[in-house]
């Protein structure tokens, strides 16, 4: 999220796409802006993907299964 409660998700993007044996992990946003400044932001720090997270439970479940789905069912990852 972007908006984490001790340290902004933006300095934890930039901080784990910084690392070398960090960088490679895909990195998801989710998170309730909206905000196109805060999209290109998240893309521009190397986020693999920003989803604005709904409000609605049953919404937000289909999201996350959709997300899981994506990266453990579709994507083919680097070897650890």
């Known amino acids: 999220d972007l908006n984490l409660p001790r340290k902004d998700g933006r300095q934890v993007l930039a901080q784990i796409k910084s690392d070398e044996h960090l960088k490679r992990i895909p990195v998801v946003v989710l998170t309730t ?8 932001e998240a893309y521009g ?7 604005i997270k709904p409000v609605d439970f049953d919404q937000f ?19 650890a």
């Open 33 to 40: 802006s909206k905000a196109e400044n805060d999209i290109l």
């Open 61 to 79: 479940s289909h999201v996350v299964n959709a997300i899981e789905n994506f990266w453990f069912a579709v994507v083919a990852l680097p070897p």
């Open 45 to 51: 720090l190397h986020a693999n993907c920003y989803v």
